[in-house]
């Protein structure tokens, strides 16, 4: 038996990391996915909050082609096609 | 009377536009926001087409702003606030 350092995001606490950049990856990942869920709500009230979630989320942990997609490529979506990654 | 251009996208055929510059851009805002249609209803399927369509042109007509987000700055999404673009 032994004392051991978990990490974990303020804003997921039951989701526990042995490894600190996960954890970081993981919060960044939250708090781009919390932004996001606000601000489509807000520009379309009928979404409501659990499809605002799920979207976010989604977006959220596939940022890096979205990112690509709202700089200059829309074709960079097509990259999740395959991956299925949600 | 005389004949004069008139620009449109073919994606939206009753726009018209005065300006290659302005139809270019509506063009470009309707195909990002059509791939990110079609993502985000594969994604989340109970979105729905309409409700799909609605936040996937808000974001495409908010591309800088969304760009930023997801890029590297979450708070980005603040300027979408005040300015209540939709």
Chains 1, 2 share one sequence.
Do not use: C, T, W
Request: hydrophobic share 45%; proline share 3%; charged share 30%.
């Amino acid at each position: 038996m032994a004392v051991e350092i978990v990490y974990r995001s303020s804003r997921d606490p039951e989701q526990l990391f042995m490894d600190k950049a996960q954890a970081d990856r993981h919060d960044k990942m939250l708090e781009l996915a919390e932004n996001l869920g606000e601000v489509l709500q807000r520009a379309v009230p009928q979404l409501g909050e659990q499809l605002a979630e799920e979207i976010s989320i989604y977006m959220a942990r596939n940022r890096e082609v979205f990112a690509k997609a709202f700089k200059s490529n829309p074709e960079a979506l097509a990259e999740l096609d395959a991956s299925g990654a949600a």
